[in-house]
Structures are given as C-alpha cells and as structure tokens.
C-alpha cells in the first residue's frame, strides 16, 4: 500500500522559511517522479514544484521559483520542499503527490498545513 506522509508545516511570519518533509513507503520511491501541491482555502490543487526519479530535474511554478528548493533523499525514501521568503499567499494545505511531473493527479498524502501570518 503506497503511503505518503507530510511534516513541517507551521505558522511563520512573512518572509519566514519552513522545511517540508515527505516520508515515502510501501512502493519504489526512486522509481518515481514526486511533486508537491497545495490547495488554499476554498481553492483547488495549485500544483507547485515536482523532481523526477533521480533527483537531477526539478520545477518551479512561476510564482515560487526563486524562493521554494525541492529536493529527495532516495537512500531515505523522502521528499523535502524548502520554503523560503514566505508570503501570505503561500497559505495552504501542502501535499506530496506520486505522479507525473505538472499534474496534480495522483496518490498523495494527508497533508501539512502552512501558514504565513503576521
């Protein structure tokens, strides 16, 4: 059964930084490209950033390029998203998400909430 459980998430003021972490199992975990998407209150799946299997290409969304770092730690079986220079727009449930890069289709886990605040 594939499982994916997300952490990190929290309340910061704007211009914070966060960690997110994704521990993946009960799959390949290095098989697979992985992505992150999030869903803002009364919004759909914005999907944000996705890697493939081995690490070496990622992707921003406009919006979050500059200050968002994927990452994966095949040997650990984890997905990591770095959130830096937060704003408030950046306020959302955080999911990661096993499927193809730029979709926001696929099996995810329960999510981490993020928010920016003052």
């Known amino acids: 059964e594939v499982n994916l459980v997300e952490s990190g998430g929290g309340l910061v003021q704007p211009g914070g930084s966060l960690r997110l972490s994704c521990a993946a199992s009960g799959f390949t975990f290095r098989s697979y490209a992985m992505n992150w998407v999030r869903q803002a209150p009364g919004k759909g799946l914005e999907w944000v950033s996705g890697i493939n299997s081995g690490g070496t290409n990622t992707y921003y969304t406009d919006s979050v390029k500059g200050r968002f770092t994927i990452s994966r730690d095949n040997a650990k079986n984890t997905l990591y998203l770095q959130l830096n220079s937060l704003k408030t727009e950046d306020t959302a449930m955080y999911y990661c998400?096993?499927?193809?890069?730029?979709?926001?289709?696929?099996?995810r886990g329960q999510g981490t909430q993020v928010t920016v605040s003052s």
């Open positions: 998400l096993r499927g193809i890069i730029y979709s926001v289709y696929g099996t």
